[in-house]
């Protein structure tokens, strides 16, 4: 219920409990009726005041803003984590070495396996992934590569990481 819905509610019950006032200090025929009605008009001011409380309470708990439904906004913004993960770790790639041997250079390698594994070619099958792939672009994606000497030596340029997408996207496309 809203709050001027209760204001009206509680109006009404302290109406009710200043006419039985009146109605007692008039005086009424049968006391046992006047009884009955202020225990009635006493029970409805309690009652509305302890829902207003109680609304009160509620509402104080409530957030500013609506949730989002975890349904509907949830894949969307798991996407854009995903993208901004993704592109920092394309630009510290480009800068250190280290760093896309341990954050980018997994990922080439995972999609490399699949887009590879449809055209029925192993990754570790080097010869046969090089000639798809090429010398320059199989040196990301080798599984046997070892990590570089210095993790702060400069990184993959990322148009050399291009290359290596547009080889791979090229390979789905074949089928």
Same mark, same amino acid.
């Given at each position: 219920? /809203? +709050?001027?819905?209760?204001?009206?509610?509680?109006?009404?019950?302290?109406?009710?409990?200043?006419?039985?006032? #009146?109605?007692?200090?008039? =005086?009424?025929?049968?006391?046992?009726? #006047?009884?009955?009605?202020?225990?009635?008009?006493?029970?409805? #001011?309690?009652?509305?005041? =302890?829902?207003?409380?109680? @609304?009160? /309470?509620?509402?104080?708990?409530?957030?500013?803003?609506? /949730?989002?439904?975890?349904?509907?906004?949830?894949?969307? %913004?798991?996407?854009?984590?995903? &993208?901004?993960?993704?592109?920092?770790?394309?630009? &510290?790639?480009?800068? &250190?070495?280290?760093?896309?041997?341990?954050?980018?250079?997994?990922?080439?390698?995972? #999609?490399?396996?699949? *887009? $590879?594994? !449809?055209?029925?070619? @192993?990754? @570790?099958?080097?010869? !046969?992934? +090089?000639?798809? $792939?090429? @010398?320059?672009?199989?040196? $990301?994606?080798?599984?046997?590569?070892?990590?570089?000497?210095?993790? &702060? %030596?400069?990184?993959?340029?990322?148009? *050399?990481? +291009?290359?290596?997408?547009?080889?791979?996207?090229?390979?789905?496309? /074949? !089928?």
């Amino acid at each position: 219920m /809203t +709050r001027a819905l209760w204001a009206s509610f509680l109006t009404m019950a302290a109406l009710v409990g200043v006419a039985l006032a #009146i109605a007692l200090v008039v =005086g009424v025929p049968h006391p046992a009726v #006047i009884e009955r009605a202020a225990a009635a008009a006493f029970g409805l #001011i309690g009652l509305g005041a =302890g829902s207003m409380a109680l @609304s009160a /309470t509620v509402d104080a708990g409530r957030p500013l803003q609506p /949730t989002a439904r975890p349904g509907n906004d949830e894949p969307a %913004e798991a996407a854009v984590a995903n &993208f901004l993960a993704l592109e920092s770790a394309l630009r &510290f790639g480009a800068s &250190f070495a280290g760093d896309f041997y341990a954050h980018v250079r997994p990922r080439l390698i995972s #999609i490399a396996k699949t *887009r $590879l594994a !449809r055209e029925g070619v @192993s990754l @570790s099958d080097k010869e !046969r992934a +090089r000639e798809l $792939l090429g @010398s320059d672009s199989y040196a $990301l994606v080798d599984p046997e590569a070892a990590p570089p000497a210095d993790q &702060f %030596e400069h990184g993959v340029p990322l148009d *050399r990481v +291009r290359r290596l997408v547009e080889i791979l996207e090229a390979l789905g496309e /074949t !089928r």
